[in-house]
C-alpha cells in the first residue's frame, strides 16, 4: 500500500511539473472552466435559495385556499360561502379575505394591497413594505396617494414601514383595514376575494378539498402543496432559462473538451513516446493523464463554486438575480442565507468534473498503447 502511494505521490509531482510547463495553455482553459463550473453553480445555488426561502415562507400559509370561478376567472365570492365551508366536517376554521393589485402611475408598479386578519392600524393609515417605501420615497408619517376604483385618491398615513427581513415576500406589499380596502376598490360589504380554511388534519386536506367542490361546484380548492409545486416550477423554469442564456458558454467548453479527446497535442504525444521509450508502462502514462484531467478539473471545480459562492451568498446574485426573482420594477433585496446542499455539489461534479477527466484518457490510451519510436515521430 505504502509503494502504490508512493507511486502515486511521484506521479502527481510529474503532473504538475508537465502542467507548469504548458502554463500559459493550461491557465487559459483553467479560467474557461472554472468559469463554466460558478456560472452553473450559481443559478443551482440560487434557486435552491429561493425553493428553500419559499418552503420557509409557506410553512405559515394555510392549508386550502377556496376561490370563486366565474366563466373561468376568478371572482369574488359571497359571505355564505364563508359559513357554508366552516361548516364541512373536519374544518377547523374558514374566514374571507380580502386582498387585490392596486395600479400606481407614480412609480409604475403594481401594489399587493391586503388587509390582515388582524390590522393594527386605524383607518385611513397602512403599512407598506420597503419596496413601496423606496419607490415612493416614503416614510412612517408620510401620506400614501391610491387611486380608487371611482377615480378618486384615496389618501392614507403610513404608520410604518415592514422590517426589511421580510421584503422578499413583501415588497410591495400595503396593509390596510377593511373599510378603506372596500373602498379603494368598490367592493361591498359581504364580498371576499376568496376564502382560507384550516384543516384539522393536513393528512385530509385533499379529502376536504374535494368536498368542497361537491358542495361549490364553482369553486376552486387550492392546498398549500400546490401552492408550493408551483413556486418550484416557477424557479424551475427561469433557472432553465438562464441556463439556455448560458448555453453559448457551455458550447464553447464543450467544444474545448471535445478538442482534448479527439487527440493529443504532437508535444504531448512525443512526451509520452518518450515515456515509454525510457520504461514507463501504459498504466503509468494512463495514471499521469488521469492525475493531469483531475488536477485541472478538480482546481476548476473548487474555484468555481467559491467563485459561485460568492456571488450567491455575498454579492446577492447581482449578474442573473433579476432573471430568477422575477420583479420588474419593486426589486426585492433578497439576501439568500449561505446553505448548500451536498446533493447540489454531487451534481455539479458530476456534470463538469467526470466528464472532463473521463475525455483524458482516450487519445492518452491510444498514444500509450502505440509504438514508442512511431508516437516520437508523428
Not at 506521479?11 to 468559469?35: F, H, I, Q
Not at 386550502?64 to 364563508?82: M, N
Not at 361537491?214 to 401552492?227: F, T, V
Amino acid at each position: 500500500m505504502r509503494t502504490f502511494l508512493e507511486r502515486q505521490r511521484y506521479l502527481l509531482d510529474y503532473t504538475l511539473s508537465s502542467l507548469a510547463r504548458r502554463k500559459g495553455k493550461n491557465l487559459s482553459l483553467l479560467a474557461v472552466y472554472t468559469l463554466v463550473v460558478a456560472a452553473l453553480a450559481s443559478v443551482l445555488f440560487y434557486t435552491q435559495a429561493l425553493r428553500r426561502e419559499a418552503r420557509l415562507v409557506l410553512r405559515g400559509a394555510p392549508e386550502l385556499v377556496v376561490q370563486r370561478l366565474a366563466a373561468g376567472r376568478h371572482d369574488l365570492l359571497p359571505d355564505r360561502w364563508v359559513g357554508a365551508l366552516a361548516g364541512i366536517r373536519g374544518v377547523a376554521d374558514a374566514r374571507g379575505r380580502l386582498w387585490g393589485y392596486g395600479w400606481d402611475p407614480i412609480s409604475r408598479a403594481n401594489y399587493t394591497v391586503l388587509v390582515p386578519e388582524a390590522f393594527w392600524g386605524a383607518r385611513g393609515e397602512a403599512v407598506v413594505g420597503h419596496g413601496v417605501a423606496r419607490a415612493r420615497g416614503l416614510a412612517a408619517g408620510d401620506r400614501l396617494l391610491l387611486r380608487a376604483a371611482d377615480g378618486g385618491y384615496l389618501s392614507l398615513a403610513v404608520r410604518e414601514i415592514v422590517p426589511e427581513e421580510s421584503e422578499l415576500v413583501a415588497a410591495d406589499l400595503v396593509l390596510v383595514g377593511e373599510e378603506d380596502f372596500r373602498g379603494l376598490f368598490g367592493i361591498p360589504p359581504g364580498l371576499f376575494t376568496d376564502a382560507v380554511l384550516a384543516v384539522r388534519n393536513e393528512r385530509e386536506v385533499d379529502t376536504i378539498a374535494a368536498k368542497v367542490t361537491r358542495l361549490l361546484p364553482d369553486a376552486r380548492a387550492i392546498g398549500r402543496s400546490e401552492i408550493l409545486r408551483t413556486y418550484d416550477s416557477v424557479f424551475g423554469w427561469r433557472s432553465g432559462l438562464v441556463v439556455v442564456v448560458l448555453l453559448g458558454a457551455v458550447l464553447a467548453f464543450g467544444i474545448v473538451a471535445w478538442d482534448k479527446a479527439s487527440g493529443l497535442s504532437a508535444e504531448e504525444r512525443r512526451e509520452i513516446g518518450i515515456l515509454k521509450a525510457i520504461g514507463w508502462e501504459t498504466s503509468d502514462v494512463l495514471a499521469m493523464k488521469a492525475w493531469e484531467g483531475a488536477a485541472i478539473s478538480l482546481a476548476a471545480f473548487a474555484l468555481g463554486v467559491l467563485l459561485a459562492f460568492g456571488h450567491v451568498f455575498l454579492g446577492d446574485m447581482a449578474l442573473l438575480a433579476p432573471v430568477l426573482r422575477g420583479w420588474s420594477t419593486l426589486q426585492a433585496r433578497f439576501r439568500p442565507v449561505p446553505f448548500v446542499e451536498a446533493w447540489e455539489l454531487a451534481a455539479l461534479f458530476l456534470l463538469t468534473v467526470v466528464p472532463y477527466t473521463a475525455a483524458t484518457l482516450v487519445p492518452s490510451w491510444r498514444a500509450a498503447t502505440a509504438d514508442p519510436d512511431a508516437v516520437m515521430r508523428s
